[in-house]
């Protein structure tokens, strides 16, 4: 009787740990998300409807995360699988295309929602896979994942996934009008950005922002700056006055701090959630979030009265 029970606990400890450690173990459909902030946004839109697996943990750095080898496999058998594209998760691309080549439906977001160049740097020339920045560009992109979750996703209630992205549209077209309300009341002098690297050129398009510099000079943190680098940048950062420098969470700010020494002038290095979501229960937990967060940083870095 003892083993009885024994066996019994052991089998359901089992398929706890295989359903943890799984990419989607129940019967619903099963959407596979490489990025945590298009994960959100498709957890929004499906609700209930399919499993949504998210590959990329929260304070991760897109261009270097990595995935196991039973992610890897959970994308070949996925009914859709979502992806940033436009080079951003170096790491996974090669799993997106195997699962691809598998006949996994697989939908590049970045490339499909008017994607910008990079004006500077050595990536210069090249699309900036940062749309998320861009709130009407998200509005873009979720009528696009809709159409496509619609689409590729048997057993989906078509009207009920419309619904809520109706829903949800809204949502983020309501944000980007609080934002550009909100950013009106910034002088023009003082909407200059340096950031940790290239990441916010679409944030600066919609709400008009010069980006005058990053402290590496490309669209990947995987690149590192130049001593001349640096130089330009100093110089750039004392010609405007800029009042703060803006590093990503998920990297660490001792360029930035040693940049602003360098610089000679007072300049306060300030956070932000650039490129990932952060845990659930903290300040950019979810899309919506990160770019109120964001939101807040900037315009209070900016204007001097900021956290």
């Not at 706890?16 to 998300?33: E, F, K, N, W, Y």
């Amino acid at each position: 009787m003892r083993t009885g029970r024994l066996m019994a606990a052991l089998a359901a400890l089992t398929v706890t740990l295989m359903g943890g450690a799984a990419c989607g173990s129940s019967d619903r459909p099963q959407i596979v998300v490489t990025t945590n902030i298009l994960g959100d946004v498709v957890t929004q839109l499906v609700g209930d409807e399919a499993e949504v697996s998210v590959l990329m943990k929260p304070n991760a750095d897109p261009h270097s995360f990595g995935i196991s080898a039973r992610e890897a496999h959970a994308m070949q058998s996925a009914d859709l699988v979502v992806y940033n594209g436009l080079g951003l998760e170096e790491g996974v691309l090669q799993h997106v295309e195997a699962a691809r080549t598998e006949g996994a439906p697989a939908i590049e977001v970045g490339a499909r929602v008017e994607p910008m160049e990079y004006q500077d740097g050595d990536a210069a020339g090249t699309p900036d896979p940062h749309f998320w920045t861009d709130p009407a560009r998200m509005v873009t992109a979720v009528r696009l994942l809709t159409d496509e979750i619609v689409k590729q996703v048997d057993g989906v209630d078509a009207a009920a996934v419309r619904k809520r992205a109706d829903a949800y549209a809204k949502q983020v077209s309501d944000l980007d009008a609080d934002l550009a309300e909100r950013v009106a009341g910034l002088p023009a002098e003082r909407r200059v950005l340096v950031t940790n690297h290239h990441v916010f050129g679409y944030f600066a398009e919609r709400y008009d922002f010069r980006v005058i510099g990053a402290i590496i000079p490309g669209g990947t943190t995987l690149a590192s700056p130049s001593s001349s680098d640096l130089a330009s940048l100093t110089s750039a950062i004392r010609t405007h006055q800029v009042p703060a420098i803006f590093a990503d969470t998920s990297q660490p700010a001792r360029l930035a701090e040693v940049l602003a020494a360098e610089a000679g002038v007072q300049v306060r290095v300030v956070p932000l959630f650039s490129e990932s979501l952060s845990e659930p229960d903290q300040d950019a937990g979810t899309y919506l979030d990160m770019m109120r967060f964001n939101a807040d940083a900037i315009i209070g870095g900016l204007s001097g009265n900021g956290r």
